[in-house]
Each structure stands twice: as C-alpha cells, then as structure tokens.
C-alpha cells in the first residue's frame, strides 16, 4: 500500500518568545547527548526539543500528524539519529524548514520522514502560524496554509529517490525491495 503523497496537519512553526524564527538549532537541542543510550523509537519522543529554551514542553504540545516548520540550518551538529526518530516517534508528519544541516537533511530521508527545504517560510511572519493547517502536496512540492488560503513559497522538489525511500519506509526497506 502506498503511502500519502498529500500530507494535511497543523503547524508548528519554532519561534522564539518575540517570534523569530530560532535559526541553528543543532542536534544536541533537539535530542540531547545525555539520552544518546536510549534506541527504541517508542522512548525518544519525550525528549524532543528537552535542550532548546522555551520548547521543553514540545512532547506535550505536538500532536500526531503535526507539522513541524523551522528555520535556517536545523539540524546542525553531530550525526545524532535519535533528532530525526524523537519526531518521527512523536507522530509528527512532516518537516519543513528554510535549510537543514546536511547530515540531519540525509538521516530524515534515509528514514523515510518527508523533509522539504522552503526558504522564506519563517521568514515572513505571516505565512505560517502555529496551529495553521498546512497541505504538503509531496509530487509537486508545493504547500498550501488552509487556514489562510496562501500559497507557500517554493518548496525543493521532493526528488523520485526521496519518494521511494519514504514509500518504502527507510533506505533500508528501500534497498531490500530493489534486491
């Protein structure tokens, strides 16, 4: 059975107190290195933001099937891939951000996990909200806030290798179908 390739969830756009967007989030605020001991999926997601000011309580606030929005350069740092699986665990849906660390961008497409770079999201304070529904259209990458009707600036396509690691379920499930 083939996975969706038009993802709808609300938003959550990480912003700071004053609501700019929080740029260089890296990996150690996301997950952080005292939980690295922990593997199974199903343990990550209290964890996720438990170092970054002010999204301590992500867990409680995010919903399954939510819609994570971030800044510029997210996911920096080490190759930690309990920061991609604490989300994934949490439910979360989708992730779009203005730029990703390359290691963090690779690690969520390896996993399956839609991850979309769309540069100027946060940076207009009025196209992405919290708890605005957004629609993620996966073959043309493109995003649509139903919640103001604005079309979303230009997403990077969702590439055909992109498609099949996440209807496959990971690179690895990917793999062991093509052999």
């Known amino acids: ?94 992730i779009v951000g203005e730029s990703f660390g390359a290691i963090y961008k690779r690690n969520a497409i390896n996993s399956g996990w839609p991850l979309f770079i769309c540069p100027g999201i946060l940076s207009d304070s009025g196209l992405v909200n919290v708890g605005d529904e957004l629609e993620i259209d996966l073959n043309a990458a493109q995003i649509r806030n139903r919640t103001t009707g604005h079309e979303l600036p230009p997403c990077d396509t969702f590439s055909r290798v992109q498609m099949d690691i996440y209807q496959a379920g990971s690179l690895f499930a990917f793999a062991k179908a093509r052999s």
């Open 1 to 94: 059975m083939d996975k969706p390739t038009i993802l709808r969830g609300r938003t959550l756009a990480i912003r700071d107190a004053e609501g700019r967007p929080i740029d260089d989030i890296d990996t150690d605020m996301i997950f952080h290195n005292s939980h690295l001991h922990i593997t199974r999926l199903e343990e990550m997601g209290p964890h996720a933001f438990g170092n970054l000011p002010g999204w301590k309580d992500f867990p409680q606030r995010v919903q399954p099937g939510d819609i994570l929005v971030v800044g510029k350069n997210f996911g920096a740092g080490s190759s930690r891939q309990q920061a991609v699986d604490c989300f994934r665990a949490l439910g979360v849906a989708a």
